[in-house]
T-cell receptor, first 116, second 110 residues
Framework: DTGVSQDPRHKITKRGQNVTFRCDPI?????LYWYRQTLGQGPEFLTY????????KSRLLSDRFSAERPKGSFSTLEIQRTEQGDSAMYLC??????????????FGEGSRLTVL | GENVEQHPSTLSVQEGDSAVIKCTYS??????FPWYKQELGKGPQLIID?????GEKKDQRIAVTLNKTAKHFSLHITETQPEDSAVYFC?????????FGKGTRLHILP
């Protein structure tokens, strides 16, 4: 049973560098979500895809952030010119199209970013 | 937009006692209310959910209640066990998204 996988699990970078995270959802899950979680807080919605279409982006997602899901399977989240405030856990989740808003989100274990 | 408030932020209970976590939501259009459990180093995992056409739902030691009029919903864990120690998040749907509360860290004391 392969769940949602995220890579890398941990990333330490210097301020100003670019970083990219990858998420592989559960196969046949049409919806893919990115959330950000900081210490002591709940996951905050960033963006989501239905197949390859990016349907919504949060105001939290500045122009330094870009997400893609080119073939409707895996997704990447890139952060350009990282800032210390970008330090957080970036969580990916997937769900099935048939239950878009009233079904379970399956989360990966997250990619932890530390910006020095 | 939807705002989900959760309290308490930290809760300590003796093993075997019950734990209650309460949440409120702001968007009257919300109709789905899941609860997630997050263990250290892992992503959140769904433990129970409730839809707006139901007032209460139970699954073994876990129960959720929903008061749509007051926009309150609660998680009840009975006969708590050490493995219940974790962070619990309530959530509500808004359009095609799930909006989370800030979480409750539950400690089960021996």
């Amino acid at each position: 049973d392969t769940g949602v996988s995220q890579d890398p699990r941990h990333k330490i970078t210097k301020r100003g560098q670019n970083v990219t995270f990858r998420c592989d959802p559960i196969s046949e899950h049409n919806r893919l979500y990115w959330y950000r979680q900081t210490l002591g807080q709940g996951p905050e919605f960033l963006t989501y895809f239905q197949n390859e279409a990016q349907l919504e982006k949060s105001r939290l997602l500045s122009d330094r952030f870009s997400a893609e899901r080119p073939k409707g399977s895996f997704s990447t989240l890139e952060i350009q010119r990282t800032e210390q405030g970008d330090s957080a856990m970036y969580l990916c989740a997937s769900s099935t199209l048939s239950v878009p808003t009233t079904g379970e989100l399956f989360f990966g274990e997250g990619s932890r970013l530390t910006v020095l | 937009g939807e705002n989900v408030e959760q309290h308490p932020s930290t809760l300590s209970v003796q093993e075997g006692d019950s734990a209650v976590i309460k949440c409120t939501y702001s968007d009257s259009a919300s109709n789905y209310f899941p609860w997630y459990k997050q263990e250290l180093g892992k992503g959140p995992q769904l433990i129970i959910d409730i839809r707006s056409n139901v007032g209460e739902k139970k699954d073994q030691r876990i129960a959720v209640t929903l008061n749509k009029t007051a926009k309150h919903f609660s998680l009840h864990i009975t006969e708590t066990q050490p493995e219940d120690s974790a962070v619990y998040f309530c959530a509500a749907n808004r359009d095609d998204k799930i909006i989370f509360g800030k979480g409750t860290r539950l400690h089960i004391l021996p």
